[in-house]
Nanobody, 124 residues
């Protein structure tokens, strides 16, 4: 069974940190583009960070640059999103997704397999 399972979301105070995980089964992340996306209530889904090939430098949205870090443990078929300096505007459901290796743009329409999402809430 092919699936992506996110975890690590939760409620955190502004300035806090969370690390999201995305574990893949039935597919090999090292052979795919992998992205993190988020959707806040009433807003469109937006790209957070993508890695089109494991030996490339990750793309980061301007809103998270310097605060979020994309990493992967490909032996465990898992990718992570380390989120530091969280802000209330980071509140959203976060999804990991996969697309074809080398997909050049971090856009949700370029990614065709999605996890169920994990809720991140930043609030005091």
């Amino acid at each position: 069974q092919v699936q992506l399972v996110e975890s690590g979301g939760g409620l955190v105070q502004p300035g806090g940190s969370l690390r999201l995980s995305c574990v893949a089964s039935g597919l090999t992340l090292a052979n795919l583009a992998v992205g993190w996306f988020r959707q806040a209530p009433g807003k469109e889904r937006e790209a957070v960070s993508c890695l089109s090939r494991r030996d490339y430098i990750p793309y980061y949205a301007d809103s998270v640059k310097g605060r979020f870090t994309f990493s992967g443990n490909y032996l465990r078929n898992t990718v992570y999103l380390q989120m530091n300096g969280l802000k209330p505007e980071d509140t959203a459901v976060y999804y990991c997704a996969t697309g074809s290796l080398g997909t050049p743009y971090c856009r949700d329409r370029n990614y065709n397999r999605w996890g169920q999402g994990t809720q991140v809430t930043v609030s005091s």
